[in-house]
């Protein structure tokens, strides 16, 4: 066994991601805005090409503004177009690929009410740059080979020849997993569909397509293609039911296009829809997060978002951990809270393509929670712990997602006069305001990933909360 009690070298990361796809980059963008020096390894040689979970919901949308890339994401990307269905070569019907959620627009509490698409290669893109800007690191070309741990750390294995000793592991290697295989973590799951299915990046002859429509093409028994417009390039998607992986040909199968109107394919794969979600999100010092914890079909537009979250929750839980002195137990909460949601979210993309729900309000994600998790405690106004904390207006031109954002928690006191505790330290932010009907009154803890934490109508009980996030805080004076 590798010696795991060795000196770090200065500059060695205190946490290891396995995959460069969104869960990694965002997980290490997150992990090092905090000052937690983390790596990703990546085996293949570059970023993913492929456009594959081009839907980005609401609510990783506010994930994304709070990592500082929301401006970009918002700028190459666009809304869904309107599906258009075709029958022998006639267009004969629309259909809202996003069903009726948030059609009204943006409201003071969720400025972002409709799912927006752009390629996951370029949402990836945008990760990197911004990750790499913060100072964080990305080896490419070089896998991990093996790894083992004890009760103070990881020891890494790369294919490089190379060892390095983390303080944890964090498995982001998608849904054959090398991590998870090796800690012999069984996945539960169904196939959702035992037919094939295809999905290709392609360009088309100019013309032979409107760019302004998402092009449905429902076939016998079941059968159906699709063939949608991806922002920021010339390409469309191509999604199909077939195993037929000559995508011209499949494109000429399945719609009314020639196979010579598709002049490149830029990227395609195959693939059988299947749902499933890992047994453990944790062993030890080594956790699964994304597809290496959960598979879902593609319908909806779930599975990227479902893992930006993941990074999400479990970022701020390690930099508590690793920057504030937090008891490790604390990670414990990252599956308790992330499998059920995972199992839900799972669900709901399957009877999605098996045509028994609707996309919807539920796709976005904003309704999705942590209500009665290991660390949502007390209620106060409008509010539960584990709700997601509502955006809104401030008298100074901000919102409160201004506050929000950053790796801090945020003391909220709402439309009251209520004793705020003295304590302070580098985690948290105070701000009082005035009433606010989304809130009601109280005082509300929201996490950095902008849930409700802690809730009362007085702070009896938030000193001993903030007690489980760090290991002091420091009395101050609350403004």
Known sequence: MTELNSVKEIGAPDVLVVGAGPTGL???????????????????????????GKGLQPRTLEVFDDFGVGDAVREASDHAPIGLIWQDGRPVGEHDMLGDAGVGGPTETEPHPRARLLPQWRTQEILFERLTGLGGRVRFGVALTGFDQDTDGVGAHLSDGSTLRVAYLVAADGGRSTVRRALGIGMTGETVDPAPMVVADVRLRAGALDRDHWHLFPGPDGGFAALCPLPGTDEHQFVARTDDLDIPAAVAALTHLGAEDVTEVRWASDFRPRAAIADRFRDGRVLLAGDAAHVHSP??????????????????????????????????SYEEERQPVAAHVLGLSTRIHRGQAERGDATRQLGLGYRGGPLSEGTAGALEAGDRAPDGPLPDGRRLFDLFRGPHFTLLAVGTDAELPPVRSEFLHVHRIGPYEPYGKGLFLVRPDGYVGWAGEDATGL????????????PTTAS
């Open 26 to 52: 965002a997980l290490a963008l997150d992990l090092t805005r905090r000052g937690v020096r983390a790596l990703v390894v990546e085996r293949a040689d570059a970023l993913f090409p492929g456009s594959r």
């Open 299 to 332: 319908a909806g537009g779930q599975g990227l978002n479902t893992s930006v979250q993941d990074a999400y929750n479990l970022g701020w839980k390690l930099g508590q951990v690793l920057r504030h002195g937090a008891d490790p137990a604390l990670l414990d």
């Open 463 to 474: 000193a001993r909360y903030l007690a489980r996030l760090a290991r002091s805080v420091s």
